[in-house]
Nanobody, 129 residues
Framework: QVELVESGGGSVQPGGSLRLSCAAS????????MGWFRQRPHQKREGVAA???????VYGDSVKGRFTISTDNAKNILYLEMNSLRPEDTAMYYC???????????????????????WGQGTQVTVSS
């Protein structure tokens, strides 16, 4: 069973920053690619960012230049650094572990296709003044 636990969500004003964390088991962290997606109520999923074991990264168009995905290999933690936050970034953010190429996974997220793999319970991010 793959277990992913997200943390770091909260409320922030527009222009602010947050860092999300995702703790994974060592086996999951070492064997899977990982990513973040988000979902607003009654809306389809949106791919945010993804990375693989060789450090390749890919971002959704709406977050490029503002969000950074990174990993701490010693702690088996995936991060999402979010800067210049906007009200439209408000969503539940999910960490996911998957097998495959990050760019392809991000496309599947955006196409609302079955993702495969696993994801956590999510952490809420709210951006408002």
């Amino acid at each position: 069973q793959v277990e992913l636990v997200e943390s770091g969500g909260g409320s922030v004003q527009p222009g602010g920053s947050l860092r999300l964390s995702c703790a994974a088991s060592a086996d999951t962290y070492k064997s899977r690619s990982m990513g973040w997606f988000r979902q607003r109520p009654h809306q389809k999923r949106e791919g945010v960012a993804a990375t693989d074991k060789v450090g390749s990264t890919v971002y959704g168009d709406s977050v490029k230049g503002r969000f950074t995905i990174s990993t701490d290999n010693a702690k088996n933690i995936l991060y999402l650094e979010m800067n210049s936050l906007r009200p439209e970034d408000t969503a539940m953010y999910y960490c996911a572990a998957f097998v495959g190429v990050p760019a392809a996974w991000l496309r599947r997220v955006g196409d609302d296709a079955p993702l495969g793999g696993s994801w956590g319970q999510g952490t809420q991010v709210t951006v408002s003044s």
